[in-house]
């Protein structure tokens, strides 16, 4: 990422720095460089694609820094990476190869059980999707932090606000990893900032101002400079063989022409020079000059500088290599947040396809409840945070859904509810269990119960089924011998008598026994 060894070449103008001393000033924000930063600490979770807190961690990285500069009153600006310009695709795709390769190899040593192994082969293999970063713009909204997403590069989008003036929503500094901003011009970059504030700053003046470490770029202007960084290599065009920044900087300071460099380097049999590399150098020249950026007040797609005649001739017309231009609808919409910069494809589609899915797994949910049972179902507005790892189309969203809140407890409870406050039917046979210790010792049907049952070989102690009836002048007498085939079994006949009957018999039966009395005292009474 960025101009291999530039920044150790330029450390004598770079100075420590604490991000307070731009309190009060809009800082821009390199947003993939924070992300990466944070995704080393969940790389394995990550292309695991792992559910868990542990895959939110580079979320919660990306925060934390944002709230320092909002505590030391720093404005926060967050652009994004949009879609890979045409003459950064070779670097992409073997950028690619290697993550692939180094996933394997991360999946291998996790099987092995080698997991710090795999740690480190995972760290190299994962990378920042426009999933992951539409996460993280979902909760910026949600904080109220400004951001845009650049149509192509982010560098080149900082390097254009950074030359903007504070009320054309310019921006005082850049905060980033990538010292590709340097090639694009930018004015003022932080990097290398911790969780403290604390950082490295690069001033381009001073650059061009000063003396240091015996390095003066005092006969440099922007354009040889950005030609020595092309020469020492970029993502664009790798460098000739033989050929780093130090090398770089001593062509430039010698010939003070770019055309003079490429033919001096042409001609020396000490660097072998692809023939196409003079076309090729000034391709990404102009690249860096003139990258396609967003416009946010004519909400268009425009060059960051007016293109120079030179750079219209080493292009051949074919402004496609600066990025694609895009209708202002489309580029409004991907600098909004509201497309995916690579595939075209609006976020909500994808969140509207997880409700799907949530909704789909509700009514599974719902399946396994008894039939028999009635479903009691109360409706809510809810917020639903969904977060996802899945690079391809899960989203951090927040969706306002009404769900449905069907439990099992809540059908239970509504079944007793609706016992109790349902209307009793009369003569209702109801089972219930009889307590022993609440029947007398000298019950005649318990002891006939328990002749019975022993007569058939059934134990004495088991609790056995009543039938009572809810009619308060009837009740059951006995069951006959034979009415109960098992204890488990339910009575075959019952023998009910109405209530009043029994009473007749009482009265009946306590006249005989005054008679009866009465005629022993009429026996033994003295004559």
């Not at 003046?205 to 922007?222: A, E, I, P, Q």
């Not at 210790?437 to 009543?466: A, C, I, Y």
């Amino acid at each position: 990422m960025g101009i291999q060894n530039l920044l150790r070449f330029l450390k004598p103008f770079i100075e420590p720095i604490h991000i307070k001393r731009y309190s009060g000033k809009r800082v821009g924000i390199d947003a993939y460089s924070w992300l990466h930063k944070g995704a080393y600490s969940c790389s394995m979770e990550l292309c695991l694609n792992s559910r868990t807190d542990a895959a939110k961690r580079h979320l919660k990285y990306f925060m934390h820094r944002i709230n320092l500069l909002r505590h030391y009153s720093v404005i926060p600006v967050v652009v994004f990476d949009g879609c890979s310009i045409p003459c950064k695709s070779a670097t992409e795709h073997e950028r690619h190869r290697r993550r692939e390769s180094n996933l394997m190899l991360a999946k291998e040593k996790l099987k092995e059980g080698n997991v710090s192994a795999a740690v480190e082969f995972f760290k190299k293999a994962v990378r920042i999707t426009p999933s992951m970063a539409h996460q993280l713009i979902q909760i910026l909204r949600s904080e109220s932090v400004e951001f845009i997403v650049s149509p192509y590069e982010a560098d080149a989008q900082l390097a254009y606000l950074s030359a903007l003036d504070d009320g054309q929503g310019g921006i005082a500094a850049v905060i980033t990893e990538d010292s590709d901003l340097i090639a694009y011009g930018c004015k003022d970059i932080i990097f290398k900032m911790d969780r403290y504030g604390n950082g490295e700053e690069f001033l381009m003046d001073r650059v061009f101002t000063t003396v240091c470490g015996g390095l003066s770029f005092m006969n440099f202007d922007k354009e040889l400079f950005t030609g020595m960084c092309v020469l020492a290599g970029c993502d664009f065009l790798p460098s000739i063989p033989g050929i780093g920044t130090k090398r770089a900087y001593s062509l430039v300071a010698k010939y003070k022409n770019l055309d003079r460099v490429l033919s001096s380097l042409k001609f020396d049999k000490r660097y072998q020079m692809p023939e196409d590399y003079s076309d090729s150098f000034w391709k990404t020249v102009a690249v860096f000059h003139h990258a396609r950026i967003y416009d946010v007040e004519t909400k268009a797609l425009k060059p960051m500088k007016p293109l120079e005649q030179k750079h219209l001739q080493s292009l051949n017309g074919d402004l496609d290599l600066l990025g694609p231009d895009l209708p202002p609808s489309i580029a409004a919409a991907i600098a909004e947040g509201h497309l995916n910069p690579v595939t075209m494809e609006a976020f909500n589609y994808l969140s509207a396809a997880e409700s799907c899915l949530a909704s789909v797994n509700n009514a599974a949910a719902c399946d396994g409840i008894d039939k028999n049972e009635t479903q009691v179902e109360s409706t809510q507005e809810s917020c639903i945070t969904i977060f996802s790892a899945n690079q391809a189309s899960e989203e951090y969203v927040t969706v306002l859904e009404e769900i449905a809140v069907d439990q099992k407890k809540y059908v239970k409870e509504a079944l007793a509810l609706g016992k109790l406050i349902a209307p009793s039917e009369r003569h209702q046979v109801v089972e219930h269990e009889i307590d022993r210790g609440m029947v007398p010792d000298n019950n005649p049907f318990k002891k006939r119960k328990l002749e019975g049952g022993k007569s058939e070989g059934r134990e004495s102690h088991m609790t056995e089924p009543v039938s009572v009836l809810t009619d308060e002048r009837s009740v059951m007498l006995c069951s006959s011998h034979e009415s109960q085939e098992s204890v488990k079994s339910k009575p075959k006949k019952r023998v009910f008598v109405r209530k009043d009957k029994i009473q007749k018999s009482n009265t009946k039966d306590s006249k005989t026994q005054k008679s009866e009395k009465s005629g022993i005292f009429k026996f033994f009474r003295r004559l």
